[in-house]
């Protein structure tokens, strides 16, 4: 599953549906697609949203055994980049954020 968020005031972002609804969850959200956030909703959401990824950066770095390529593993405060950038957009422009399921 993927899922694809929008708003008026940013690009859509599309993730895949595991790493979207983790991030959903740290947002404060139910994580159930589709949804949506009202635009006096987003800087809530956007701030619990930095203060959880700030914890995860906080935590160590956890190596797994299968890993055959030299290549780092793309973290969830990575991912959650892009999301960050449309919700600090969405507050400024204050609009609503939806997103939905593209299976």
Not at 10 to 37: C, E, N, Q, W
Not at 76 to 86: D, K, N, Q, V
């Amino acid at each position: 599953m993927l899922v694809t968020f929008s708003s008026p005031a940013y690009a859509d972002i599309t993730m895949f549906g595991d790493v979207a609804l983790r991030l959903l969850k740290l947002m404060g959200h139910s994580g159930t697609v589709p949804g949506a956030l009202l635009a006096e909703d987003v800087p809530a959401a956007l701030a619990r949203l930095q203060a959880a990824i700030a914890a995860e950066k906080r935590l160590p770095e956890v190596k797994t055994a299968d890993a055959e390529d030299d290549e780092p593993a793309v973290t969830l405060p990575h991912r959650a980049l892009p999301l960050i950038e449309l919700l600090k957009a969405a507050a400024k422009a204050e609009c609503d954020v939806m997103w939905d399921s593209r299976n």
